[in-house]
């Protein structure tokens, strides 16, 4: 049976995880369409941020007492014209994907999240799918310029 641990705060990953164990599973779990460590850990701390504007959580899911999947969700400080919500992170362990423990994760965190979210996703990640299967529709192409 999966259990998902909601994380909130440094010492909620305690006793059976760190902090560095789970960016060290985002990190080897997303696979192409990671980060590198750095930004996973700043997308932690601004969910962990009590600044008026700032938060999230986070979502371990574990199967038979093993860490098997993570989610990171950040508010944004904005709503209507931006959702409240950004889902940043998603990662199940390659080894149990395709047996709904992202779906599950993923339904979890809508429950969580106060008002709208928000993802990125490339458009040859698979996950895609799962994403309009929950509900999830595209609105925009998001462009970006680097400095």
Known sequence: MLKIREIYKLEDFKPELTKEEFIDFLYAHLDQFGDPKDQIELSIDYAFSTVEGKGGFLLAAYYDNKLVGGLVMNKTGM???????????????ASVRGKG??????????????GDIKLHVEYDNPAK??????????KYAEMRLKK
């Open 129 to 138: 799918r799962l994403y309009e299967r929950l509900g999830m529709t595209s």
């Open 101 to 114: 423990i992202g779906a599950q994760i993923i339904e979890k965190s809508f429950e969580l999240a106060e």
């Open 79 to 93: 709503s209507g014209y931006i959702p409240d919500n950004i889902l940043v992170y998603v990662a199940v362990d």
